[in-house]
C-alpha cells in the first residue's frame, strides 16, 4: 500500500470520514488527520483516488513510494516547492540540494520548473512532521474555471455528504445562483430528480437535462407542492457580498418556512452559511439541528447545518 496526503475544505473531516471508512481495511486506512487535511495508505490507483470528489488535492507519499506507484511520473522534468500551511514557500538551499539529489538519484528526473509535469512537494504539517511527496494531477472536474462567487465543487459535494444524499432523491438547492450544488447532485450522485430555484437567471450557470431550474424567490415557492422533496441542499446569502437584501433575517426566516413546507417529513436541509443570526433562526421555524460543522470558505468563516423538519 502507498501512502498518501490530501486536503480539503477545513472543517470538513467528520463529513468525509465517514466515506473514507466505508472503504476496505485492504483499500484504504486512516493513519491521521487534522482540520483540513489526512494521511492514509492506500492499495487503490492513483485514477481513482484523484476522482474522490471531496479532496482539493492530492499527494503521493515519497517515503512510502512502490513500484505501481512510479507510474504517477509523467515525463523526465520536475520542480520542487515547499508548502507550510497550506502556501508555497522557499526551500532553503542546503535542503532543496539534498531533495533534488534524491529526486536524480531515484527517480532520474531532471530540474526543470517550466517544463514539469511533475511537481514535488516538502509538505510541512501544523505539527512539525515533514512529508516528500509528489502531488497527483487533479481530476477533470476540479480544474474546471469557476465564476468569481461560485461554490467549488469540492464543498459542494460536501454539503451533499452531510445531507445523505442518494440517487433516488429529489434534491432542491432554493438560492441556486450558479447551479454548482444541483450540478453535483447530478454528476457525483447519480440524482435524476434535481431542482434548482434562484431569483435570477445567471448567464453562466450550470445547465444539465437533469436539472429543472426555476425563476423565483426561496421565500415564496408556491410552485412547489408541500412535502414534495426529500432534500434541501443551499448556500444562501450570507450579508457579506449582498448589499442589495435588506433584511437577511425575514429572508431566513421566511425561506426556512418554505422549506419545511416542501420537505417531506422525515426529509432533511443543509445550509451552508456565514450568517451569523442563522442558528437561532433554524430553531425557531420547525427545524432541528442535528449536525455542525465550523468551516472555512474562501477564507471567510462559516457554518454548515444539518436539519432535520420537526415532526
Given at each position: 500500500?502507498?501512502?498518501?496526503?490530501?486536503?480539503?475544505?477545513?472543517?470538513?473531516?467528520?463529513?468525509?470520514?465517514?466515506h473514507?471508512?466505508?472503504?476496505?481495511?485492504?483499500?484504504?486506512?486512516?493513519?491521521?488527520?487534522?482540520?483540513?487535511?489526512?494521511?492514509?495508505?492506500?492499495?487503490?490507483?492513483?485514477?481513482?483516488?484523484?476522482?474522490l470528489?471531496?479532496?482539493?488535492?492530492?499527494?503521493?507519499?515519497?517515503?512510502?513510494?512502490?513500484?505501481?506507484?512510479?507510474?504517477?511520473?509523467?515525463?523526465?522534468?520536475?520542480?520542487?516547492?515547499?508548502?507550510?500551511?497550506?502556501t508555497?514557500?522557499?526551500?532553503?538551499?542546503?535542503?532543496?540540494?539534498?531533495?533534488?539529489?534524491?529526486?536524480?538519484?531515484?527517480?532520474?528526473?531532471?530540474?526543470?520548473?517550466?517544463?514539469?509535469?511533475?511537481?514535488?512537494?516538502?509538505?510541512?504539517?501544523?505539527?512539525?512532521?515533514?512529508?516528500?511527496?509528489?502531488?497527483?494531477?487533479?481530476?477533470?472536474?476540479?480544474?474546471?474555471?469557476?465564476?468569481?462567487?461560485?461554490?467549488?465543487?469540492?464543498?459542494?459535494?460536501?454539503l451533499?455528504?452531510?445531507?445523505?444524499?442518494?440517487?433516488?432523491?429529489?434534491?432542491?438547492?432554493?438560492?441556486?445562483?450558479?447551479?454548482s450544488?444541483?450540478?453535483?447532485?447530478?454528476?457525483?450522485?447519480?440524482?435524476?430528480?434535481?431542482?434548482?430555484?434562484?431569483?435570477?437567471?445567471?448567464?453562466?450557470?450550470h445547465?444539465?437535462?437533469?436539472?429543472?431550474?426555476?425563476?423565483?424567490?426561496?421565500?415564496?415557492?408556491?410552485?412547489?407542492?408541500?412535502?414534495?422533496?426529500?432534500?434541501?441542499?443551499?448556500?444562501?446569502?450570507?450579508?457579506?457580498?449582498?448589499?442589495?437584501?435588506?433584511?437577511?433575517?425575514?429572508?431566513?426566516?421566511?425561506?426556512?418556512?418554505?422549506?419545511?413546507?416542501?420537505?417531506?417529513?422525515?426529509?432533511?436541509?443543509?445550509?451552508?452559511?456565514?450568517?451569523?443570526?442563522?442558528?437561532?433562526?433554524?430553531?425557531?421555524?420547525q427545524?432541528?439541528?442535528?449536525?455542525?460543522?465550523?468551516?472555512?470558505?474562501?477564507?471567510?468563516?462559516?457554518?454548515?447545518?444539518?436539519?432535520?423538519?420537526?415532526?
Open positions: 500500500m502507498s501512502q498518501y496526503f490530501a486536503t480539503f475544505p477545513a472543517g470538513t473531516y467528520e463529513i468525509i470520514a465517514k473514507l471508512k466505508g472503504f476496505k481495511l485492504d483499500e484504504l486506512k486512516l493513519n491521521e488527520h487534522d482540520d483540513s487535511s489526512v494521511v492514509f495508505q492506500s492499495s487503490l490507483s492513483v485514477e481513482r483516488l484523484i476522482e470528489r471531496y479532496f482539493t488535492n492530492i499527494y503521493l507519499v515519497i517515503d512510502k513510494i512502490n513500484g505501481t506507484s512510479k507510474k504517477a511520473f509523467k515525463g523526465k522534468y520536475y520542480r520542487l516547492m515547499l508548502l507550510k500551511d497550506g508555497p514557500q522557499p526551500l532553503s538551499q542546503n535542503e532543496r540540494s539534498k531533495l533534488e539529489a534524491r529526486i536524480h538519484n531515484e527517480f532520474g528526473l531532471e530540474a526543470n520548473a517550466h517544463l514539469s509535469k511533475n511537481d514535488f512537494y516538502l509538505i510541512e504539517r501544523t505539527s512539525g512532521k515533514q512529508l516528500f511527496t509528489l502531488r497527483l494531477p487533479r481530476a477533470k472536474f476540479k480544474r474546471e474555471k469557476l465564476v468569481a462567487g461560485e461554490l467549488r465543487p469540492e464543498l459542494a459535494h460536501i451533499c455528504l452531510a445531507a445523505g444524499l442518494k440517487s433516488k432523491y429529489t434534491v432542491i438547492d432554493v438560492f441556486a445562483g450558479y447551479g450544488i444541483p450540478f453535483e447532485a447530478v454528476r457525483g450522485f447519480g440524482c435524476k430528480q434535481v431542482l434548482a430555484v434562484d431569483i435570477q437567471k445567471l448567464s453562466n450557470r445547465e444539465h437535462n437533469l436539472i429543472k431550474w426555476f425563476e423565483g424567490n426561496a421565500s415564496k415557492l408556491d410552485f412547489l407542492p408541500q412535502s414534495s422533496v426529500d432534500r434541501v441542499i443551499t448556500d444562501p446569502p450570507w450579508g457579506i457580498y449582498d448589499s442589495k437584501i435588506d433584511d437577511l433575517s425575514a429572508l431566513y426566516a421566511e425561506s426556512v418556512k418554505e422549506m419545511v413546507r416542501i420537505l417531506k417529513p422525515d426529509g432533511v436541509a443543509v445550509v451552508l452559511s456565514g450568517f451569523s443570526e442563522a442558528n437561532q433562526l433554524f430553531e425557531a421555524n427545524l432541528k439541528i442535528i449536525g455542525k460543522w465550523r468551516v472555512l470558505v474562501s477564507g471567510k468563516k462559516a457554518t454548515i447545518y444539518k436539519l432535520q423538519k420537526a415532526k
